[in-house]
């Protein structure tokens, strides 16, 4: 099983941007569709971006598309979020996952608060 942890995340100006990183541990995400969520309190969670780690392959949900980008890094064993153009409704704790498509995540990382302030 890999293991996920999250880094990143802070405290930002609306306007602003940050760049979340996701390093695996255990095995490497050549096999693994990786994907970025949040969720904010009182909301559901959001699955916000995802790659197919072998291919490429790249999804976004509407919210974020233009404003986030996905990408990996090989020899880091590394998915990155940037995040550009930040809102005070982009605030919320930032998990990445693993798993065998964008729609099937079995491993999560513990998770990094990002904070948008007005």
């Known amino acids: 099983q890999v293991q996920l942890v999250e880094s990143g995340g802070g405290l930002v100006q609306a306007g602003g941007s940050l760049r979340l990183s996701c390093a695996a541990s255990g095995r490497t995400f050549s096999s693994y569709a990786v994907g970025w969520f949040r969720q904010a309190p009182g909301k559901e969670r959001e699955l916000l971006a995802g790659?197919?780690?072998?291919?490429?392959?790249?999804y976004y949900a509407d919210s974020v598309k233009g404003r986030f980008t996905i990408s990996r890094d090989n020899a880091k064993n590394t998915v990155y979020l940037l995040m550009n153009s930040l809102k005070p409704e982009d605030t919320a704790v930032y998990y990445c996952?693993?798993?065998?498509?964008?729609?099937?995540?079995?491993?999560w990382g513990q998770g990094t608060q990002v904070t948008v302030s007005s």
């Open positions: 996952a693993a798993g065998g498509t964008i729609t099937t995540f079995t491993a």
């Open positions: 790659i197919y780690w072998s291919v490429g392959n790249t």
